[in-house]
Nanobody, 123 residues
Framework: QVQLVESGGGLVQAGGSLRLSCAAS????????MGWFRQAPGKEREFVAA????????FYADSVKGRFFISRDDAKNTVLLQMNTLKPEDTATYSC????????????????WGQGTQVTVSS
C-alpha cells in the first residue's frame, strides 16, 4: 500500500497559478499511474490529470488541457500538478491517487488516495 500526502493548495485570484505536490511513501511509485482528481461541493469527483510513472507522459481532462501540467520527481517520489491561468470553476478539493491501470482516468481504477488539498480561485 502506498501512502499519499498532498500539499500546495490555497486561495488565489483568477488568472493566477498554484503548484500542488503529492508525496508518496511506503512504496516506490515506479509501477503506478499517478493521477489528480478534484471534487467541488455538491459535485462528483472528476479526473484532472495523470502520468504513467515510467513514461513521464501526462494526459488531461479537456477542461484543464493547456493550463495544467503534471510531472513527477523520481528522486523525491513526488508527483506535481502545475496549475496556470486558474479559473473560479477550478475551485475544489484536489486529491492525488495511485493506480496499477496503465491509463487510469476514473476514480474506481485508483486504489490509494490522499486526503486532499483545497484550492479556491476567487473572481
Amino acid at each position: 500500500q502506498v501512502q499519499l500526502v498532498e500539499s500546495g493548495g490555497g486561495l488565489v485570484q483568477a488568472g493566477g497559478s498554484l503548484r500542488l505536490s503529492c508525496a508518496a511513501s511506503g512504496r516506490t511509485l515506479s509501477r503506478y499511474t499517478m493521477g489528480w482528481f478534484r471534487q467541488a461541493p455538491g459535485k462528483e469527483r472528476e479526473f484532472v490529470a495523470a502520468v504513467r510513472w515510467n513514461s513521464g507522459i501526462g494526459f488531461y481532462a479537456d477542461s484543464v488541457k493547456g493550463r495544467f501540467f503534471i510531472s513527477r520527481d523520481d528522486a523525491k517520489n513526488t508527483v506535481l500538478l502545475q496549475m496556470n491561468t486558474l479559473k473560479p470553476e477550478d475551485t475544489a478539493t484536489y486529491s492525488c491517487a495511485a493506480s496499477l491501470v496503465y491509463l487510469a482516468a476514473t476514480p474506481t481504477q485508483y486504489h490509494s488516495w490522499g486526503q486532499g488539498t483545497q484550492v479556491t480561485v476567487s473572481s
